[in-house]
């Protein structure tokens, strides 16, 4: 079962700010969030990962609380093309371990 | 094009019929997985290769599943009397090989849409 929970669903104007909030209270000190994106009729597509520093990269940013028990994907500027299903998942560090979906937030950006 | 390609992207199949679906990796990626997507959920593992060995097939629902990696690249999972509770998205995602990095992104096909009458 996934140990994340997420909201259902979201909307963002378009040009704005995406929050993207995350619960993960019984996550362990080895474990990581990961986010992964789906957008229609794709595959998942990672965004971004860390452990409990702050991470940003070209498609995102990822803010983890100072306990860990939650997280907060941030699209700073949505486009149109940013609406997907966002999974946020938590995961240990190995090799080759299954990922573990949940339902994710559907996110629709409004023009 | 180098990405996971996956064929057919949709498939119909009547109750009873085996089916085929086949997944290319990116070339070089040892790990592969097999996701199954019922719709409106989120993907489900289904089963896990290194090279040509399956390692993990406990996410397989039953004995009518059945996957195969003979050569360590291009991957089958196999249906066999398909049911309509098979009715589903199943996903590819292969993986470079990794060892003691945080860094593991699993990169995913588009999906096989397959559909049971």
């Known amino acids: 079962d996934a140990k994340t929970t997420q909201p259902t669903s979201m909307d963002c104007a378009e040009g704005r700010a995406a929050n993207l909030p995350c619960n993960h209270s019984t996550i362990s000190g080895n474990e990581y969030v990961y986010w992964y994106r789906q957008i229609h009729s794709q595959g998942p597509q990672y965004i971004i990962h860390g452990l409990k520093n702050n991470e940003t990269n070209e498609m995102a940013s990822l803010i983890i609380t100072e306990d860990r028990k939650s997280s907060t994907l941030i699209l700073p500027h949505a486009t149109l093309r940013d609406t997907a299903v966002y999974y946020c998942?938590?995961?240990?560090?190995?090799?080759?371990?299954?990922?573990?979906f949940g339902k994710g937030t559907r996110l629709s950006v409004i023009a | 094009g180098a990405g996971v390609s996956q064929s057919p992207r949709y498939k119909v199949a009547k109750r009873g019929q085996d089916v085929a679906l086949r997944c290319d990796p990116i070339s070089g990626h040892v790990s592969l997985f097999w996701y199954q997507q019922a719709l409106g959920q989120g993907p489900e593992f289904l089963t896990y290769?290194?090279?040509?060995?399956?390692?993990?097939k406990s996410g397989l629902p039953s004995d009518r599943f059945f996957a195969e990696r003979p050569e360590g690249s291009v991957s089958t999972l196999k249906i066999q009397r398909t049911q309509q509770e098979d009715s589903a998205v199943y996903l590819c995602?292969?993986?470079?090989?990794?060892?003691?990095?945080?860094?593991?992104?699993?990169?995913f096909g588009p999906g096989t849409r397959l559909t049971v009458l």
């Open positions: 995602a292969s993986k470079r090989w990794t060892s003691g990095s945080s860094y593991n992104e699993q990169f």
């Open positions: 998942i938590v995961r240990v560090v190995s090799g080759n371990t299954p990922l573990v």
């Open positions: 290769f290194q090279n040509e060995a399956q390692l993990d």
